[in-house]
T-cell receptor, first 109, second 116 residues
Framework: AQRVTQPEKLLSVFKGAPVELKCNYS??????LFWYVQYSRQRLQLLLR??SRESIKGFTADLNKGETSFHLKKPFAQEEDSAMYYC???????????FGEGTQLTVNP | NAGVMQNPRHLVRRRGQEARLRCSPM?????VYWYRQLPEEGLKFMVY????????ESGMPKERFSAEFPKEGPSILRIQQVVRGDSAAYFC??????????????FGQGTRLTVV
């Protein structure tokens, strides 16, 4: 069965520092990976997906099939990046998303 | 477009009562997904519905839980004879297609159920 692991429940960095939120997955097929973000008092929203290879709000994530990872990175964190981040995997044949347990990122001034 | 609307935002039920959670998808969306988030855990898939059909209910507990998405009106997640372990945040998402994440999936703000 597929599984998504986010090893850090909490991550705290200073403004301007690089940040990396880790995500590892296990899935026997070829997965599709996503990052979702939930800002305080707001709903969960899609941040980026690996197939788009895009950069959103300065964040990027590269799918590493060899290491089965999809870490989220940003070179210079901003205070407004403070939020809960969820990594998610979708099976190639299905519709449902499997979520990790989330990482609460706090960017300190 | 008001987005995905879930109500109520907070629901308190005594053990043994029924809980009904409602989800109105975005306009034009005919696919609805329900997720549950237990305390200190990630979101867990429960069920995927299209209008009048349950497509995938593999994440639903076998007893006491049911879901529907009628032709008219919101999707309903129903929990009968609630127990303390049902206390959680329940999130609904909708999409215009059958692959959440293929287009942007929109989530509601969730219903926080507390069983006392």
């Amino acid at each position: 069965a597929q599984r998504v692991t986010q090893p850090e429940k909490l991550l705290s960095v200073f403004k301007g520092a690089p940040v990396e939120l880790k995500c590892n997955y296990s899935y026997s097929g070829s997965p599709e990976l996503f990052w979702y973000v939930q800002y305080s008092r707001q709903r969960l929203q899609l941040l980026l997906r690996h197939i788009s290879r895009e950069s959103i709000k300065g964040f990027t994530a590269d799918l590493n099939k060899g290491e089965t990872s999809f870490h989220l990175k940003k070179p210079f964190a901003q205070e407004e990046d403070s939020a809960m981040y969820y990594c998610a995997l979708r099976e190639t044949s299905g519709s449902r998303l499997t979520f990790g347990e989330g990482t609460q990122l706090t960017v300190n001034p | 477009n008001a987005g995905v609307m879930q109500n109520p935002r907070h629901l308190v039920r005594r053990r043994g009562q029924e809980a009904r959670l409602r989800c109105s998808p975005m306009k034009g969306h005919s696919h609805v997904y329900w997720y549950r988030q237990l305390p200190e855990e990630g979101l867990k898939f429960m069920v995927y519905l299209q209008k009048e059909n349950i497509i995938d209910e593999s994440g639903m507990p076998k007893e006491r839980f049911s879901a529907e998405f009628p032709k008219e009106g919101p999707s309903i997640l129903r929990i009968q004879q609630v127990v303390r372990g049902d206390s959680a945040a329940y999130f609904c998402a909708s999409s215009p297609r059958d692959r959440v994440g293929d287009t942007e999936a929109f989530f509601g703000q969730g219903t926080r159920l507390t069983v006392v």
